[in-house]
């Protein structure tokens, strides 16, 4: 367990041993919450990129989405 002072604007430095072990990076989104009166805070996982898709796929993508839009109304 470690300690950190809060600063004036609510900024905290998350020890250098926390960010090398969970790949926080300069930039890292964070979420944040409280549970409990506990502050808890983790990594958002990048996203991954997909593969590209065609028309025809894009086409029947769209399709299935208004179908399920419609459905859940």
């Given at each position: 367990?470690?300690?950190?002072?809060?600063?004036?604007?609510?900024?905290?430095?998350?020890?250098?041993?926390?960010?090398?072990?969970?790949?926080?990076?300069?930039?890292?989104?964070?979420e944040i919450g409280e549970?409990?009166?506990?502050?808890?805070?983790?990594?958002?996982?990048?996203?991954?990129?997909?593969?590209?898709?065609?028309?025809?796929?894009?086409?029947?993508?769209?399709?299935?989405?208004?179908?399920?839009?419609r459905d859940w109304r």
């Amino acid at each position: 367990m470690s300690h950190v002072r809060v600063k004036r604007k609510g900024q905290v430095t998350i020890p250098q041993e926390l960010r090398s072990k969970l790949g926080i990076e300069e930039g890292a989104l964070l979420e944040i919450g409280e549970e409990g009166g506990v502050i808890l805070l983790r990594p958002v996982p990048k996203l991954n990129g997909g593969r590209a898709i065609g028309e025809k796929e894009y086409s029947q993508v769209i399709k299935e989405l208004d179908q399920m839009r419609r459905d859940w109304r």
